[in-house]
């Protein structure tokens, strides 16, 4: 009888699960290879706790839940066997590569290549002194209770949730939650069939200049801003008319005549984290009413006003009907979550509804339901009082350390945030003092990407808080003045 023996087996130090999942997926992985074949035996477990270094409950355990699948068997104190019902491998030949004769240039009518993405390293945890934005930080995050309801999201009483294809609806308790707790600590008083969640506010603001703008249209967008905004609106083909903001944010009466839409970031202009005054918040209003234009409000930081309390929405203050709200559980939770919500009037949400629908029907019930659970048993609240705690913490050594090094802080933002928009010597080229940094752990995130490219600037760069260690914050933010001294 053919044997597997334990020589076969190696861990992965870079394998993202569990001791167990890693030797569960090495077994399937050699069964659906054809490297492991039905009736050979495997390894004891003793022997290949043993050979793996790891406790032989471990084996076991991933041993039991491969058995469950059919995939092994046992046969009393024989040991363990490939099983007869495991699946097969392919009995077929690969075929050879294909040399491919289509001219793509002339195939594809549209191309949706970034041309000013924010790019950082896939290895970025591994430097010292990561100045990143946007990306959750583990001794911050609750991973535990979230895996609890995640788990409670796959349990029986959820399974229509978790299973079913919800057309275009979305999870009522979520829907619940957004409604009740979370706009309106924005002011914000809204129907649920005003609310759609997205997948992430990136998908809201696609999704609202998929069904506002079109080539006769002309948009207003802040100068610098969002680069991802910038590409859904050329891709969207619209008119787009960059405004410079100043330090109060977008100046209403620098917007263009003939403007249909404005895209703007009232109470954390990203990326200078200028918060735009009430008095011209209304200016803005006044004007949208005057010239007949909508705004899509874009709210991604607001949970991170540690300092003191934001400024009610723009959409709090809309008694017209022309604001569309965007939010995000990006920040506050973690980029990979994907989740957001779009708030408007029933008409658009009714459109936009039906536009998701027909691009990817609804985001998945699954992680809809965990967020759920997370946010209503107060766990998104803890969450954000500790990251809120936290980057204050952060930000006053960054602040102290800034001054100290005598750097230039071009906006830093009066409710908090999680970021310093900074401005290099006229001579510098941030993009290069990225790259000067990079060898000595440093990551920061060069300016010009947020610039039309028809005014690129490149002696700004942003420095976020949100990733580093607090103790690590001076001697990273020591390395730049340096590097910055010696060219």
Not at 106 to 113: I, K, P, R, S, W
Not at 176 to 193: K, Q, V
Request: hydrophobic share 40%; aromatic share 10%.
């Amino acid at each position: 009888m053919a044997r597997i023996t334990e020589d076969m087996f190696f861990l992965d130090t870079r394998f993202q699960g569990t001791l167990q999942n890693q030797i569960q997926q090495m077994v399937a992985e050699g069964i659906l290879s054809g490297r492991f074949r039905p009736g050979e035996k495997l390894p004891s477990t003793r022997g290949l706790a043993r050979h793996l270094g790891v406790s032989r409950i471990t084996v076991t355990l991933a041993y039991t839940e491969l058995q469950a699948n059919d995939y092994i068997t046992s046969s009393g104190r024989s040991g363990y066997f490939i099983s007869a019902g495991a699946p097969q491998p392919p009995r077929f030949q690969p075929a050879p590569a294909a040399t491919s004769s289509v001219d793509w240039d002339t195939a594809l009518t549209q191309h949706f290549d970034s041309t000013a993405a924010l790019k950082k390293p896939a290895d970025w945890r591994s430097y010292k002194y990561p100045f990143i934005y946007g990306q959750a930080d583990p001794t911050l995050f609750d991973y535990k209770t979230w895996r609890l309801c995640a788990l409670q999201s796959l349990g029986q009483r959820e399974f229509d949730s978790l299973t079913g294809d919800h057309a275009d609806r979305d999870d009522d308790t979520l829907v619940s939650f957004i409604t009740r707790h979370i706009l309106p600590r924005r002011g914000i008083i809204a129907a649920p069939d005003e609310v759609l969640i997205t997948l992430g506010a990136q998908n809201g603001l696609w999704l609202a200049a998929q069904l506002l703008l079109n080539r006769d249209r002309r948009v207003v967008i802040e100068q610098p801003c969002y680069p991802g905004l910038r590409d859904i609106l050329a891709h969207a083909g619209a008119h787009v008319v960059p405004v410079t903001v100043d330090r109060d944010g977008l100046p209403p009466d620098a917007l263009p005549g003939g403007t249909d839409v404005v895209f703007v970031t009232p109470s954390h202009q990203c990326p200078t984290n200028a918060t735009m005054p009430q008095l011209r918040r209304a200016a803005l209003l006044e004007r949208a009413t005057r010239d007949n234009f909508l705004i899509i409000e874009d709210d991604y930081e607001f949970e991170l006003s540690f300092l003191r309390a934001p400024h009610p929405a723009l959409k709090s203050l809309d008694r017209d009907g022309r604001v569309i709200y965007a939010g995000s559980f990006s920040k506050s939770l973690f980029p990979g979550l994907r989740l957001g919500y779009l708030v408007g009037p029933q008409p658009f949400i009714q459109q936009a509804r039906a536009l998701r629908a027909a691009v990817l029907r609804h985001p998945p019930g699954h992680i809809q339901r965990t967020a759920a659970q997370f946010l209503s048993l107060g766990h998104y609240d803890a969450l954000v009082r500790r990251m809120g705690r936290a980057f204050e913490d952060r930000r006053t050594q960054m602040g102290s350390a800034i001054d100290a090094c005598e750097l230039t802080l071009a906006g830093a933002g009066v409710f908090g945030g999680s970021s310093f928009w900074m401005r290099a010597p006229d001579h510098v080229d941030t993009a290069q003092l990225a790259h000067s940094l990079r060898p000595k752990g440093v990551l920061i995130e060069p300016g010009a990407p947020f610039f039309s490219d028809t005014n690129r600037a490149s002696r700004y760069y942003r420095l976020a808080y949100s990733s580093i260690p607090a103790n690590r914050i001076a001697a990273g933010i020591g390395l730049i003045a340096d590097t910055l001294k010696t060219g």
